[in-house]
């Protein structure tokens, strides 16, 4: 899976989280990068599994392409 994911700092929460911008709605959190990284893999997954039981297309990767 080559999508760009966004990671911020939720000061409020006091947790980390991962948005993925090319999958809308797709995020989640952790309490480290790491953790919020690893939850965010498992999100992608089921909102790709959700997506296709859905009939929905699965948008492709914007910045997993070769444009840099």
């Known amino acids: 899976m080559n999508y ?3 990671l911020k ?3 409020e929460e ?3 989280v991962v948005t993925v911008p090319d999958l809308p709605g797709c995020m989640a959190d ?3 990068p790491n953790e919020a990284y690893e939850n ?3 999100v992608m997954r089921e909102w790709m599994e959700t997506a296709q039981a859905d ?5 492709e990767p914007v910045f997993g ?4």
């Open 4 to 6: 760009c994911i966004l």
């Open 9 to 11: 700092y939720s000061a």
């Open 14 to 16: 006091k947790r980390y």
């Open 30 to 32: 952790g309490e480290s």
């Open 40 to 42: 965010v893999k498992i």
């Open 55 to 59: 009939g929905r297309p699965i948008p």
């Open 65 to 68: 392409r070769d444009k840099f």
